[in-house]
């Protein structure tokens, strides 16, 4: 029997509390509209490396965890800005020791000639060391089509880096799902130092109007009642439309509708402007979105 | 015998962990840091080849490390210094070298001046 000295009880609160992670995942929760699924992994993930932290600390050594993960999901979902936090809570827990995020896609990593692509792929990885390296679109590096393509050898060092190194650098792939899936099967070698795979859903519309107020409450703006029934429409509209790139697109239109609001604003000067009416974005400033034109076109 | 040039050359070797301390040192205050080698260790010889480019924008002392062992591992029988660049106005000069690798057996020699015709100081080496 183990004595209560020799066992003694652990503080798991304390260790989490101490550490920054807390404040990471709450900036997590309070800037990510909706999101469950990831937002559960990365605290899995957090979870995981808390109590590893506290193992480590009685010297229960399991080795450096894989922490390489694939973030895969549609454009605009939020896959960078979970890579930037995912970065914070691997810095506040002391598996990345500058918590730095570098993001590269295939024209950083691979050169155009022979000899090229090695030093390129090799400063970038040097770059990213301390950090977290966010490779966007990572399934361009492999075209299975062109064997002599240069992208195989960008891989290769990667790889050899992902397994002598991973104190020094955790890797995050991040592309379209079905991609993602095609490249991990044909790189096998990838696929299994890969341990964290994250699906990002696509946002609903209730999420995205939820992210537009949240946009807008950032730029220091805000919808008035007309504005929020046009913005609701405008994202149903949107939403069926090719390129629609869910929370991107609707950063765009934010920065359309602040254009014409100005150009609204503009036109009228001479009468005397409120800050409210600086603030304010109306349903005109929206409705007179292309997305409305072609509405009416099919109609 | 012992060569002394760069910082630190009169200092036992640096451990690899005293190195990176210096390497973190540097890349805190954004120098640019490069990893040069010779097998001529000439005073006069103020061009080292070089190691790979200069490395720019590192935020972490393991990037310039991997190359400083690789460096090593290439030339186990060269000199290896670590030069770090400070490109801020004013600056745009070497802040910090010093030698990471010397070879097993350091060569033996000395500098002799001795005085040509006229006044001309010519410099001779001593084995």
Not at chain 2, 15 to 28: F, P, T
Request: aromatic share 8%.
């Amino acid at each position: 029997m183990m004595s209560a000295a020799a066992n003694p009880a652990l503080d798991l609160e304390q260790l989490y509390r101490d550490s920054n992670v807390a404040g990471a995942l709450e900036a997590l929760e309070r800037e990510l509209i909706g999101l469950v699924p990831v937002k559960t992994r990365v605290r899995e993930v957090a979870a995981l490396l808390v109590v590893d932290k506290l193992r480590r600390s009685v010297g229960l050594e399991a080795g450096a965890p894989s922490l390489h993960m694939s973030f895969t999901g549609n454009p605009g979902t939020g896959k960078t800005t979970v890579a930037l936090r995912m970065a914070q809570i691997l810095h506040a827990l002391g598996y990345s020791r500058k918590g730095h995020l570098v993001a590269v896609t295939r024209d950083d990593l691979v050169g155009q000639y022979i000899g090229h692509t090695a030093p390129k792929t090799k400063e970038v990885l040097k770059r990213a060391m301390g950090g977290v390296l966010f490779i966007d679109e990572a399934y361009y590096l492999y075209r299975p089509e062109n064997e002599r393509d240069y992208g195989q050898e960008a891989i290769e060092i990667l790889l050899q880096v992902m397994e002598n190194q991973r104190e020094d650098l955790v890797v995050i792939l991040a592309g379209y799902k079905d991609r993602m899936d095609r490249f991990f099967s044909s790189n096998p070698g990838m696929a299994s130092r890969v341990a964290h795979h994250i699906d990002f859903p696509d946002y609903d519309e209730g999420e995205l109007l939820a992210i537009a107020r949240l946009m807008l409450e950032n730029m220091k703006y805000r919808l008035d009642a007309g504005g929020e029934a046009a913005l609701r429409e405008y994202i149903a509209l949107r939403k069926t439309q090719p390129h629609f790139a869910n929370a991107r697109s609707i950063r765009n239109a934010l920065d359309r509708a602040r254009l014409r609001q100005a150009k609204r604003l503009f036109e009228q000067r001479g009468t005397p402007l409120t800050r409210e009416a600086l603030m304010t974005i109306t349903a005109a400033d929206i409705r007179a979105s292309r997305v409305f034109e072609d509405k009416e076109k099919i109609a | 015998m012992r060569l002394t040039q760069g910082t630190f050359s009169f200092l036992p070797d640096l451990s690899d962990a005293q190195v990176r301390a210096q390497i973190e040192y540097c890349l805190g205050r954004g120098w640019a840091v490069s990893v040069e080698y010779t097998d001529d260790p000439h005073p006069r010889n103020a061009y080292w080849e070089m190691y790979g480019m200069p490395m720019f924008d590192l935020k972490d002392a393991a990037g310039v490390m991997a190359e400083v062992d690789a460096c090593r591992k290439t030339f186990p029988r060269h000199y290896v210094k670590v030069n770090a660049f400070d490109a801020t106005a004013g600056w745009e000069s070497l802040r910090l070298s010093f030698i990471v690798n010397r070879p097993p057996v350091e060569p033996h020699f000395a500098l002799e001046r001795e005085e040509g015709a006229g006044r001309l100081q010519r410099y001779r080496l001593r084995y």
